[in-house]
Protein backbone atom coordinates (compact mmCIF):
# COMPACT_ATOMS: atom_id res chain seq x y z
CA UNK A 1 0.00 0.00 0.00
CA UNK A 2 2.72 2.56 0.93
CA UNK A 3 4.65 1.59 -2.14
CA UNK A 4 1.82 2.28 -4.14
CA UNK A 5 1.14 5.75 -2.43
CA UNK A 6 4.87 6.60 -3.04
CA UNK A 7 4.49 5.92 -6.70
CA UNK A 8 1.74 7.93 -6.94
CA UNK A 9 3.16 11.03 -5.39
CA UNK A 10 6.54 10.50 -7.85
CA UNK A 11 4.26 10.54 -10.66
CA UNK A 12 2.06 13.41 -9.19
CA UNK A 13 6.21 15.44 -9.15
CA UNK A 14 6.47 14.32 -12.84
CA UNK A 15 3.41 16.06 -13.79
CA UNK A 16 4.55 18.64 -11.71
CA UNK A 17 1.38 18.67 -9.28
CA UNK A 18 4.02 19.73 -6.28
CA UNK A 19 0.96 20.51 -3.77
CA UNK A 20 -0.84 17.06 -4.10
CA UNK A 21 2.41 15.01 -4.07
CA UNK A 22 3.41 17.05 -0.58
CA UNK A 23 0.16 16.61 0.69
CA UNK A 24 0.36 12.24 -0.30
CA UNK A 25 4.10 12.06 1.14
CA UNK A 26 3.10 14.19 4.34
CA UNK A 27 0.35 11.36 4.56
CA UNK A 28 2.99 8.41 3.93
CA UNK A 29 5.28 10.03 6.89
CA UNK A 30 2.26 10.82 9.49
CA UNK A 31 1.42 6.58 8.63
CA UNK A 32 4.60 5.30 8.57
CA UNK A 33 5.05 7.17 11.84
CA UNK A 34 2.10 5.17 13.74
CA UNK A 35 3.46 2.28 12.10
CA UNK A 36 6.74 2.47 13.91
CA UNK A 37 5.28 2.98 17.13
CA UNK A 38 3.27 0.17 17.05
CA UNK A 39 6.06 -1.63 15.58
CA UNK A 40 8.00 -0.90 18.81
CA UNK A 41 5.73 -1.34 21.02
CA UNK A 42 4.64 -4.83 19.51
CA UNK A 43 8.40 -5.67 19.67
CA UNK A 44 8.36 -4.43 23.40
CA UNK A 45 5.40 -6.38 24.56
CA UNK A 46 6.63 -10.03 22.89
CA UNK A 47 9.38 -9.35 24.73
CA UNK A 48 7.72 -9.10 28.15
CA UNK A 49 6.10 -12.54 26.91
CA UNK A 50 9.72 -14.12 26.43
CA UNK A 51 10.88 -12.66 29.74
CA UNK A 52 7.90 -13.96 31.41
CA UNK A 53 8.65 -17.74 29.54
CA UNK A 54 12.52 -17.19 30.72
CA UNK A 55 13.05 -16.72 27.35
CA UNK A 56 16.24 -13.91 27.68
CA UNK A 57 18.02 -14.12 24.39
CA UNK A 58 14.14 -13.89 22.39
CA UNK A 59 13.06 -11.09 24.76
CA UNK A 60 16.46 -9.35 24.83
CA UNK A 61 16.07 -9.37 21.03
CA UNK A 62 12.76 -7.82 21.33
CA UNK A 63 13.10 -5.24 23.65
CA UNK A 64 16.65 -4.01 21.40
CA UNK A 65 14.44 -3.72 18.29
CA UNK A 66 11.59 -1.65 20.29
CA UNK A 67 14.60 0.52 21.93
CA UNK A 68 15.96 0.84 18.38
CA UNK A 69 12.39 1.92 16.78
CA UNK A 70 11.44 4.12 19.63
CA UNK A 71 15.24 5.46 21.14
CA UNK A 72 13.81 7.95 23.44
CA UNK A 73 11.41 5.40 25.24
CA UNK A 74 12.64 4.87 28.60
CA UNK A 75 10.48 1.66 29.13
CA UNK A 76 11.54 0.29 26.15
CA UNK A 77 15.30 1.19 27.47
CA UNK A 78 15.09 -0.28 30.72
CA UNK A 79 13.96 -3.15 30.09
CA UNK A 80 16.71 -4.18 27.32
CA UNK A 81 19.02 -2.67 30.30
CA UNK A 82 17.01 -4.71 32.55
CA UNK A 83 17.24 -8.68 30.46
CA UNK A 84 21.18 -7.42 29.70
CA UNK A 85 22.02 -7.42 32.95
CA UNK A 86 20.03 -11.27 33.43
CA UNK A 87 21.78 -12.20 30.50
CA UNK A 88 25.08 -11.30 32.76
CA UNK A 89 26.61 -8.70 29.55
CA UNK A 90 26.79 -5.90 32.28
CA UNK A 91 28.32 -3.61 30.12
CA UNK A 92 25.70 -3.73 27.65
CA UNK A 93 23.23 -3.07 30.14
CA UNK A 94 25.16 -0.15 31.56
CA UNK A 95 24.94 1.42 28.17
CA UNK A 96 20.65 1.33 28.13
CA UNK A 97 20.15 2.60 31.28
CA UNK A 98 22.63 5.36 30.40
CA UNK A 99 20.88 6.26 27.43
CA UNK A 100 17.56 6.44 29.42
CA UNK A 101 18.95 8.52 31.96
CA UNK A 102 19.89 11.01 29.15
CA UNK A 103 16.42 10.94 27.89
CA UNK A 104 14.94 11.46 31.23
CA UNK A 105 17.54 14.42 32.55
CA UNK A 106 16.43 15.90 29.10
CA UNK A 107 12.95 15.12 29.12
CA UNK A 108 12.43 15.71 33.03
CA UNK A 109 15.65 16.81 34.76
CA UNK A 110 18.35 15.52 36.68
CA UNK A 111 16.68 16.22 39.89
CA UNK A 112 12.96 14.40 39.22
CA UNK A 113 12.43 11.17 40.55
CA UNK A 114 11.97 8.83 37.86
CA UNK A 115 15.67 9.93 36.66
CA UNK A 116 17.06 9.69 40.66
CA UNK A 117 15.37 6.05 40.45
CA UNK A 118 17.20 5.12 36.98
CA UNK A 119 20.37 6.72 38.07
CA UNK A 120 19.87 4.59 41.23
CA UNK A 121 19.19 1.03 39.22
CA UNK A 122 22.58 2.02 37.28
CA UNK A 123 25.09 2.48 40.21
CA UNK A 124 23.63 -0.71 41.79
CA UNK A 125 24.37 -2.15 38.58
CA UNK A 126 28.00 -0.76 38.19
CA UNK A 127 28.42 -1.89 42.32
CA UNK A 128 27.04 -5.49 41.03
CA UNK A 129 29.62 -5.65 38.11
CA UNK A 130 32.46 -4.74 40.36
CA UNK A 131 31.10 -7.56 43.01
CA UNK A 132 31.66 -9.80 40.04
CA UNK A 133 34.81 -9.05 38.65
CA UNK A 134 36.48 -9.05 42.42
CA UNK A 135 34.65 -12.75 42.32
CA UNK A 136 35.90 -13.72 39.52
CA UNK A 137 39.64 -12.08 40.70
CA UNK A 138 39.07 -14.35 43.78
CA UNK A 139 38.23 -17.78 41.94
CA UNK A 140 40.97 -17.44 39.59
CA UNK A 141 42.93 -17.16 42.46
CA UNK A 142 41.62 -20.27 44.18
CA UNK A 143 41.88 -22.21 41.08
CA UNK A 144 45.60 -21.26 40.66
CA UNK A 145 46.42 -22.27 44.29
CA UNK A 146 44.43 -25.09 44.00
CA UNK A 147 46.50 -25.91 40.34
CA UNK A 148 49.85 -25.25 42.87
CA UNK A 149 48.51 -27.71 45.35
CA UNK A 150 47.61 -30.44 42.87
CA UNK A 151 51.21 -30.06 41.35
CA UNK A 152 52.91 -29.79 44.46
CA UNK A 153 51.36 -33.11 45.73
CA UNK A 154 52.19 -34.53 42.33
CA UNK A 155 55.67 -34.22 43.03
CA UNK A 156 55.64 -36.03 46.16
CA UNK A 157 53.95 -39.03 45.38
Known amino acids: ?3 FLIDEAKQ ?13 FRHIKKSAASHIVAAA ?7 KLAEDDIRYRDAYQ ?8 A ?16 LEEYEKAIGYFEQAIAVLEKELGSDHP ?6 DILERIKADVLLVMQMQKKNRNAMNALKYFKD ?3 KIF
Open 1 to 3: MAN
Open 12 to 24: LLIVGDNNKAEAL
Open 41 to 47: EANYQLG
Open 62 to 69: HFDRAAQL
Open 71 to 86: PNNTDYLMATGAITAK
Open 114 to 119: STKKVV
Open 152 to 154: SFM
